[in-house]
């Protein structure tokens, strides 16, 4: 059996804006960035990866992650219905994020987030750029 090991990925400085569904993680509206690993199916969890610095805009979800590894997202523009999605097992530290108001995530208003294992405090009162 094959491995690839896609661990310690920095995804930063982008502006992501109008994608389509991902089928991958099991997403049914527009995904931003989406972190995938089919651990059911065998792969490796992804560890390591650090998404910082984008601007994410005209999306259902804007970060979708779905690994049993840990996640980092810090810095980023949220302006999507959700900012993360965890779909699986793995720890988000989503901390330090503009959630689209100052209120931060779930407030009226703002961005939100789901799933279990997302840590959003602290965050940004104002954009990160």
């Known amino acids: 059996m094959l491995s690839i090991f896609v661990d310690n990925n920095f995804i930063a400085g982008n502006s992501i804006s109008g994608n389509g569904p991902d089928s991958d993680p099991g997403t049914t509206v527009p995904t931003g960035i989406d972190v995938f690993s089919d651990s059911t199916g065998g792969a490796a969890p992804i560890t390591g990866v650090v998404i910082i610095g984008n601007t994410i805009k005209n999306e259902g979800i804007d970060i979708a ?55 959003v405090a602290p965050w940004l009162t104002q954009p990160s750029h």
């Open 65 to 119: 992650v779905k690994t049993p590894g840990g996640v980092d997202a810090h810095l980023n523009n949220f302006f999507g219905d959700i900012g993360i999605d965890n779909l699986g097992t793995g720890s988000v530290n989503a901390t330090m994020n503009w959630w689209k108001c100052s209120g931060g995530p779930s407030s009226n208003g703002c961005t939100s987030f789901a799933g279990s294992g997302v840590q």
